[in-house]
């Protein structure tokens, strides 16, 4: 017997020898990743974006990044952050003369010398790019046309960019937060794990209809006057706070007769009936027709609502994934620790099923990204004066000679949603496990 | 099986429940009044006297059903009356509903609103007798849509002191404005804001507008049109008929081409048939198409750019009498563009969707023993492992029913096809609010049918699922 366990440990020490070191889930997901060339350079266009996003300021902005003007210097892009958030004011002269006429004794423009809402007077009526254009050099050329008013279409284009981006990112993380929280419920909690005392669940129940009434219908006067962020947040920790006095009188009431027995609450019928719901709306009709009611029109409101009903799909994935998580042993071992359901959920289920749903989040992100731009191709949703690649490409639509417009915005959506989906298509194949080999 | 579709049929009301609470609360708190709205569609923009525009109002408001309340309970404090449904203009329901919040006295209110009214009434049995009511009535007015203190004090200070100012005016009116001064004051005073506090529930009765709303709509009377008082079903029908014809055009194209395609591709796996399709399909399916959509009209559509080989947006204008053959063609070739948008599209994902499943069931043992057995390539690949793919061709059945239905929001706009996009788009922005409804929850429904049929062809082709059981 002793020679056999020694015999076994020869083994294992031979075979740890020849095996290489071994490697995290994520390296070899990154291996996998890296084999597949158009994921890799979707990556790479994906980085550009983003750089273009983050930077849009400085890279189309009519503003000089920095101007020498009678003998003071002037960070004009830097000092517009300032200005925007209220700290700082433009003197009087930057008012009456738009920044192109000033005469500085040394400028530096940005790449692209317009801001998106800049109007080139000397430039208007649809320029095209070869065309002759009247600009003082060709430092002020309009690389890729003009429109009507004679903005400027690639400084159009960088600010869609930012619009893009932040409206995919934005979208699909309020979308990830609920569908991960959903379908965490629903998948580890079952229809039969979760159980509260008849006591907590009644007095819930009367909570919720206070907070609501409290929170939103008897202040429902202070929130359409005053400070909206300011009556929201007084409305929120009223309902905070009488959900957690429901809470604590529930613990203290339990354990009093027929009130503690529990009740069990089917979690995943619930979720998934209300996954059923969200997916039988149309939800472009939906999108429509609620942007069509919000009289002040944003992007922001269309990140929201795409992000509000964009969670089911996520919520499906974690789902499935903690149904078969939640019967691993690890849980079990958790369990037996006593650490609280809540504990487990997060640290310790949540994290094992998050990957799959990077692929969701992707092709998530490609469509919201597509949303945003036929909406305000159809010239909803963002106000007017906002200039995104959908509302460059319906400008097309008024003009039909000025193919600039046709052309360039379209193409930019097309190669942002290419890359999400490739993407997408390249997290799948790197994830799957019948590809590891 | 039919426990499983009982219990399913069972699930649909939830789900309509929900949907029609959601597509009917939109409607409500869609800005406008939908009553204004249709009188002036209908013409009546006319300056008309106040008592005869209330009759009007009243008589459109109760043909429309928006007399009723609301629906069949409210949840509200007890500051609020349970007859306020009865002030039957809107905003001055909601401009009251703003003073019932502030001071919570609906007594006082109401006689502060008849106060008010009976300001008005006088006012207007002057209009062309004296000029100075000129300037007081569109005081009075005002005070209909003002609720700040501010506001409605200057608003009344500037009433007395005008008619004070005129003998005929202190007369007649002098003693409404006074009691006008006289009810804002007692409101103030007599302000009992603590009854906002009290939650109170309010019943209304099965008389209701979203009641009769849903009963309508499970007849299948889906209503009229706000706008043209068409009946919605009728006009839904013109659409459809549209719709369907693209659309069904658009999807027949689609799965000849991709079924061949995506079998193809996937038997000839890495080949360079297959490299080639899979980045073409993959280049489609990532093109969106109102881009598409936009170049087309733009460059094939008009003279500008020496390629105008298709007739411009819309289906012709050739009258109804014009011989058949004619209106034909005509309809014909301006689908061309708005077919091939929705096609090519589809052609991507179904392909995909076909080499995807092909690819699965290609690899299985089954199919090598059929190789190995020495069949001929045509009952391997179509007998045996086709008809064994078919998963995703079916679940996708699922998505494109209620999309032919709902018909193309982009591909009708753009083009200006009229058909269920172009309707429900044009709908939501004239708020005409009963096609929004129908088309919200006919989708709805037809969306949960297309799972249902899914699921059911699902176990028809597949005889190892089966939903006779309680699965988890």
Redesign the interface.
């Known amino acids: 017997m002793l020679i056999g366990v020694r015999k076994e440990q020869e083994l294992a020490d031979h075979l740890s020898q020849q095996q290489a070191p071994p490697q995290s889930y994520w390296s070899i997901v990154r291996q996998q990743f890296r084999k597949n060339r158009m994921a890799v350079w979707s990556l790479r266009v994906l980085y550009l974006l983003g750089f273009i996003a983050l930077f849009a300021d400085f890279i189309a902005n009519e503003k000089p990044i920095y101007a020498k003007l009678d003998g003071e210097s002037h960070f004009p892009v830097f000092r517009s952050y300032a200005v925007g958030l209220g700290l700082d004011s433009w003197e009087a002269r930057f008012f009456q003369n738009s920044w192109h006429e000033h005469d500085y004794d040394y400028v530096i423009w940005a790449p692209i010398p317009y801001s998106a809402q800049t109007m080139d007077r000397n430039n208007r009526n649809y320029v095209a790019p070869g065309d002759e254009q009247d600009v003082p050099s060709t430092r002020f050329r309009h690389w890729l046309g003009t429109d009507q008013l004679g903005r400027d279409v690639a400084a159009g284009m960088i600010a869609g960019t930012r619009t893009a981006m932040l409206v995919g990112i934005v979208a699909m993380s309020i979308a990830a937060v609920i569908g991960i929280f959903l379908g965490a419920l629903a998948g580890y909690f079952?229809d039969e794990r979760f159980s509260i005392s008849r006591i907590r669940l009644a007095l819930n129940g009367l909570g919720a209809?206070?907070a609501?009434?409290?929170g939103f219908?008897?202040r429902?006067?202070a929130l359409s006057e005053g400070t909206f962020g300011w009556e929201i947040f007084k409305s929120l920790a009223l309902i905070a706070a009488i959900m957690s006095l429901v809470n604590l009188l529930a613990v203290w009431l339990k354990g009093k007769g027929v009130w503690s027995r529990p009740i069990t609450i089917p979690l995943d019928l619930g979720v998934m009936?209300l996954i059923?719901?969200v997916?039988?709306?149309?939800g472009?009709?939906?999108i429509?027709?609620?942007v069509?009611?919000i009289?002040e029109q944003s992007v922001f409101y269309i990140m929201a609502i795409i992000g509000l009903i964009g969670w089911t799909g996520i919520a499906r994935f974690i789902r499935a994934e903690l149904?078969r998580v939640r019967n691993l042993e690890y849980i079990e071992a958790a369990q037996a620790l006593g650490y609280s359901e809540w504990r487990i959920i997060a640290r310790h289920a949540i994290p094992n099923a998050l990957t799959p749903v990077l692929i969701t989040i992707a092709f998530g992100i490609?469509s919201a990204i597509?949303m945003e731009?036929?909406l305000s191709?159809?010239g909803i949703g963002v106000a007017a004066e906002e200039v995104t690649w959908g509302s460059l490409?319906n400008l097309?639509?008024s003009k039909?000679?000025a193919?600039w417009l046709?052309?360039f915005p379209?193409l930019a959506?097309?190669v942002t949603?290419?890359v999400f989906?490739?993407l997408g298509e390249g997290l799948t194949d790197a994830l799957d496990p019948r590809r590891k080999q | 099986m039919l426990q499983y579709l009982l219990k399913r049929l069972l699930?649909f009301l939830?789900?309509l429940l929900?949907?029609s609470l959601?597509?009917f609360g939109?409607s409500k708190?869609?800005?406008g009044d939908p009553v204004e709205q249709r009188n002036r569609d209908m013409g009546g923009g006319l300056q008309r006297e106040l008592r005869d525009a209330d009759r009007v109002y009243r008589e459109t408001s109760e043909y429309l059903g928006l007399d009723k309340p609301v629906f069949y309970l409210s949840?509200?404090?007890e500051a609020y009356p349970d007859t306020l449904y009865r002030i039957f203009k809107r905003d001055e329901r909601e401009n009251l509903v703003?003073l019932i919040?502030?001071y919570g006295n609906w007594e006082a209110i109401s006689h502060y609103y008849h106060a008010i009214r009976k300001a008005d009434r006088g006012t207007e049995q002057l209009l062309g007798k004296t000029e100075a009511v000129r300037s007081v009535r569109p005081l009075i007015k005002q005070l209909y849509l003002a609720y700040k203190d501010e506001r409605i004090s200057s608003l009344l200070d500037k009433a007395a002191s005008q008619t004070a100012g005129d003998s005929t005016l202190q007369a007649t009116i002098g003693i409404s404005v006074a009691q006008l001064q006289e009810t804002y004051s007692q409101l103030k005073t007599q302000a009992s804001p603590g009854r906002?506090?009290i939650?109170d529930i309010k019943w209304y009765g099965f008389d209701n507008q979203y009641h009769n709303w849903i009963t309508d709509f499970l007849t299948l009377d889906f209503g009229e049109s706000f706008v043209d008082s068409r009946p919605v079903a009728d006009k839904m029908g013109d659409a459809l008929r549209w719709t369907l014809t693209m659309n069904l055009l658009a999807i027949f194209i689609a799965y000849l081409l991709s079924v061949p395609i995506g079998v193809f591709s996937a038997v000839w796996k890495d080949s360079t048939f297959d490299r080639v399709t899979t980045l073409l399909l993959?280049?489609l399916?990532?093109?969106?198409n109102?881009?598409i959509a936009?170049?087309l009209?733009?460059?094939f559509t008009?003279p500008?750019?020496g390629m105008d080989w298709f007739p411009s947006l819309g289906l012709g204008d050739l009258p109804p009498e014009a011989p058949f053959w004619q209106r034909f063609v005509e309809a014909g070739t301006h689908l061309v563009l708005p077919v091939f948008c929705l096609a090519y599209g589809a052609l991507a994902f179904i392909s995909r969707q076909v080499r995807g499943g092909m690819l699965n069931v290609i690899r299985q043992d089954y199919i090598r023993t059929a190789w190995a057995k020495g069949l001929n390539a045509q009952p391997v690949i179509w007998k045996h492992a086709f008809s064994n793919a078919l998963f995703p061709i079916i679940t996708m059945f699922a998505s494109i029913f209620?999309a032919v239905f709902?018909g193309s929001?982009?591909i009708e706009?753009?083009f200006n096809i009229p058909g269920m996009g172009k309707l429900?788009?044009d709908a939501?922005?004239q708020?005409d609010w009963p096609v929004?409804y129908t088309?919200?929850m006919l989708?709805?429904v037809l969306?949960?049918s297309g799972?249902l049929v899914a699921d059911i062809l699902y176990a028809t082709v597949d005889p190892r699922v089966s939903y006779g059981k309680d699965k988890?």
């Not at chain 2, 399916?285 to 969106?288: A, H, M, N, R, T």
């Open positions: 079952g209809f206070l609501y009434f409290y219908q008897a429902s006067f009936r059923e719901v997916n039988s709306i149309p472009l009709l939906l429509l027709s609620i069509a009611i009289e149904l490609a597509l731009a036929f191709f159809l490409l097309a639509r039909f000679s193919w046709a052309i379209g959506i097309f949603v290419t989906n490739l | 699930i939830p789900t929900v949907i959601l597509a939109l708190m869609a800005p949840l509200s404090s703003k919040q502030q906002l506090y939650p993959f280049v399916y990532s093109l969106p109102f881009w936009t170049m009209v733009v460059f008009t500008e750019y209620p709902a929001v982009v706009v753009i429900t788009v939501i922005f708020r929004v088309v919200l989708a709805a969306t949960m799972i988890n």
